[in-house]
């Protein structure tokens, strides 16, 4: 299976790229230290990620792949310098492996450059082609991959399209290799389109380049297979299939099903060779469409992998409950205190070869103090060389490394350092006090131990305790996931639809979160909040849950793009009914309300002449969707989003759909605070988690299986 893209390819890539020239980088990702993602915004089309593979591959998906919720420092740095900036060309150097991406930016131009060879890499650099920052540093024979280097291209390839049969001929009468091995690195073709070239002609890769130049016939034989693939190359995605899907023949009835393609696959090609002939070839409309069907799925998955490959290097599962950071802790204490035990028996062997070798040790020490004495350190270090009882010295501690004699008296024991400035005695006492000093450390990391062990105790009590009352494990975070910080629930489609908690978050969602396709909900309360439905963004099932979650809790990941024509009705309904919840409708006594939805564009801060729109109000203008009869009734369910297990508010219908556990709340007296510490102790989420939730004064009411999980799995 051939993974790494060749020069053939890239010369696609780029030709299919080019057709997004205008479009602006809107954002970066970085969901492994092997991958890029750069999110462009062509004109009037849809958004698409520009994904790279380093030293493998760069096509172009639409798939819906998790992003890490703290950017890498890479991706925060080409976001900084890319940032919206405009695609003004792309283009590949040479036939070389290494693709340009020229950015205009408002810090002026920026250049992107990936190279495709080796390991790979992806440079940023400035106007002048001076390296703001690689991916990897590296350094080649000639050229430096540093910050403030210049950037230096490697010598420009022959091109295979400029090899016309006189050049060809020349390329192999000067060549000592054979044919393929001349064709796939000196003609810049690569194994793959060699081998084809050859076949094509009927010529075997074996013969001496030599031999075949002398044949003029033969040479135009392989200027006429190599001028037709490229001819081929030059019209694939116009009049023929941009690219190629390559299966085994005995997988034909796999029919399109993506999973089924990305696991049977042989490789991507931009043109159909001879080598393909017992396969089955499945046309592309583009050659990156074939790449991303073949590969997306896995590059996907990159977040997913660059996880499980933290999780392995600490040997264990990712420290998310407490348990499990304490046995982590005390796997790290144990193995220090061994450590200290070791390092103690060690000093002492030391200490007592010295004192065993009483005489040994001093006679030496004479030899050598008389020896720096009269001929200094020099002289004295070039000597110890013939000395096999002395390995090192070193003038600036004015000590030598001796070696012990062993139990025959060769020159194979202990080795210790030796200060000249000592008597025999006050060297031995150095590494008896440092053993000492180890055996102080020992005592206080036994104390730690077993206030570890203690502490791990109680913790696998609680951890089994949780388990058994369906808990989930609270996640140690730093930075809350974006939507928190408004009201938010879960549409019908999986839409996201947030509100406003006061005014400064109503300014906040009209906007910065209020797009062109989204639509703003209002209950006819004054004081309700502005709320968003987000077409693009929503949620989708998580294929890789954390393993920890409890039964019952249904895992999802946020998604930038749910590609979804418009919302439902269904969806609408439920938008209208949270606004109404989320008003000051839900603690005024009554059992149901009205609301409205507009167009973004209806909504707007500028007001009438001699009037005045308050911080967090906005003026409505033209027609307007009415909801009404709304009853003010919600369902809160435990879900699992991005990894961090949350309390999700929503219709009660929404909820029960997404949810296997949940309960409905009603209006009542209940203070926020005292159903947030009930649902604390029965759920494990932290109080201040679950208090903004809860949209007032309020009443539980029937359960399904969050307050009692064990009923509702009898159910």
């Known amino acids: 299976m051939r993974e790494e893209m060749s020069g053939l390819d890239l010369r696609q890539v780029v030709a299919e790229l080019s057709e997004y020239v205008g479009a602006h980088c809107k954002k970066i990702y970085q969901p492994h230290h092997e991958q890029l993602v750069l999110r462009i ?62 950015f205009d930016t408002k810090d002026g131009p920026r250049h992107l450059i990936i190279e495709c060879f080796r390991d790979g890499n992806v440079i940023l650099a400035d106007s002048t082609f001076t390296i703001i920052q690689p991916l990897t540093h590296a350094r080649y024979s000639g050229r430096i991959l540093k910050k403030g280097e210049p950037y230096q291209f490697p010598p420009v390839a022959i091109d295979p399209h400029d090899l016309d049969t006189d050049a060809l001929q020349r390329l192999l009468r000067e060549s000592k290799r054979n044919v393929v091995r001349t064709l796939a690195g000196r003609a810049s073709l690569g194994g793959p389109l060699a081998n084809a070239v050859l076949q094509m002609s009927g010529i075997s890769g074996d013969v001496a380049a030599e031999k075949i130049a002398e044949d003029t016939g033969t040479v135009g034989k392989i200027s006429t297979a190599l001028s037709g693939i490229l001819a081929e190359l030059s019209v694939a995605g116009d009049e023929v299939p941009g690219g190629w899907l390559i299966l085994p023949m005995e997988k034909l009835d796999l029919g399109e099903e993506e999973v089924d393609i990305a696991r049977y696959a042989v490789e991507a090609s931009p043109v159909q060779l001879p080598a393909h002939g017992e396969f089955h070839c499945l046309p592309y409309p583009r050659f990156v469409d074939a790449v991303d069907a073949w590969m997306g799925n896995h590059d996907a998955a990159a977040l997913a992998r660059r996880q499980s490959e933290a999780v392995e290097t600490i040997g264990g599962r990712a420290p998310s409950t407490e348990a499990e950071t304490l046995e982590r802790r005390f796997s790290q204490q144990k193995s220090a205190l061994q450590g200290f035990s070791d390092k103690i028996r060690r000093q002492q062997e030391y200490g007592h070869a010295i004192h065993n070798n009483w005489s040994h040790v001093e006679e030496l020490l004479t030899q050598v103090n008389d020896e720096v004495e009269s001929n200094g350190w020099e002289v004295a270090l070039s000597r110890f060389k013939d000395i096999p009882w002395i390995e090192s010295g070193d003038p600036a501690k004015s000590s030598i490394v001796a070696i012990l004699p062993d139990e025959n008296g060769a020159a194979e024991g202990a080795k ?42 109680r913790a696998q009590k609680k951890e089994s305790k949780r388990k058994e009352t369906g808990q989930v494990a609270r996640v140690k975070r730093t930075k809350r996931l974006w939507f928190e910080n408004h009201r938010w629930t879960i549409l019908d489609g999986m839409h996201l639809l947030i509100g406003g908690r006061d005014a400064k978050g109503n300014d906040t969602i009209v906007k910065k979160h209020l797009k062109g396709d989204d639509r703003y909900v209002h209950a006819d309360l004054h004081g309700a909040p502005s709320c968003a439905m987000k077409l ?83 003026i409505v203008r033209g027609a307007r969707t009415w909801f009404k ?53 029965v759920t494990g989420l932290a109080v201040d988690d679950i208090v903004p939730v809860i949209p007032g004064t309020s009443e539980l009411a029937a359960d399904h299986g969050l307050i009692n999980p064990h009923n509702h799995e009898e159910e």
């Open 629 to 681: 009869d709304l009853r003010l009734k919600l369902g809160l369910g435990l879900v699992c989003i991005n990894g961090i297990p949350l309390l999700m508010a929503g219709t009660h219908v929404q909820v029960a759909a997404l949810c296997d556990r949940w309960v409905e709340l009603i209006p009542g007296r209940s203070k926020r605070e005292r159903i947030a510490s009930r649902l604390s102790k």
């Open 536 to 618: 693009q963004t929503g949620f989708a099932v998580d294929p890789n849950p954390p393993a920890n979650l409890p039964p019952g809790v249904t895992a999802y990941r946020l998604s930038d793009n749910i590609e979804v024509a418009d919302f439902s009705d269904t969806a609408r309904q439920q938008a209208a009914t949270m606004a109404l919840c989320w008003s000051r409708g839900w603690s005024g006594g009554g059992g149901a309300g009205t609301a409205f939805i507009v167009k973004p564009g209806q909504v707007s801060k500028q007001a009438e002449s001699g009037e005045y729109v308050a911080k967090g109000a906005f």
């Open 416 to 457: 210790v350092t030796l200060f000249l400035s000592m008597s025999v005695h006050q060297n031995a006492q150095q590494y008896f006090e440092t053993a000492n000093k180890h055996k102080d450390k020992s005592k206080g990391a036994e104390v730690a131990l077993n206030e570890t062990e203690n502490l791990l105790q």
């Open 41 to 102: 915004k062509p004109r009037e089309k849809s958004p698409q990620d520009l994904v790279i593979v380093r030293g493998k591959r760069v096509y172009l998906s639409r798939r819906d792949r998790p992003m890490p919720t703290q950017p890498a420092p890479f991706a925060m740095l080409l976001r900084k310098h890319l940032g919206n900036g405009r695609l003004t060309a792309v283009s590949q150097h040479g036939f070389d492996r290494i693709i340009t991406l020229d």
